[in-house]
């Protein structure tokens, strides 16, 4: 079975999530001025990327970590609806 491969965009968007809380200043501005992207799609690409097999082998502490602050997010905000 292949190994799943990040696309380059991919991979920089991980890149830039991973060494993040080492960078002061304001993160959206950096997504800008980095990748590019405004900060609404920046999320979104992350949401979707974090998802898939080939994010999961590129760096697993990383991505189980994003997925389970957003897995934590989500419960709050269900319970706090109930």
Do not use: C, N
């Not at 002061?24 to 900060?39: D, F, Q, V, W």
């Not at 999320?43 to 389970?68: H, K, M, N």
């Amino acid at each position: 079975m292949p190994v799943p491969v990040l696309t380059a965009r991919e991979s920089a968007i991980l890149a830039f999530e991973a060494e993040w809380p080492w960078h002061g200043g304001a993160k959206e501005e950096a997504i800008r001025s980095r990748l590019g992207l405004s900060p609404a799609r920046y999320y979104q690409l992350l949401g979707r990327i974090i998802d898939t097999e080939a994010a999961l082998a590129a760096d697993p502490l990383l991505v189980r970590r994003l997925r389970r602050l957003r897995d934590e997010r989500t419960a709050r905000r269900l319970g706090a609806t109930s």
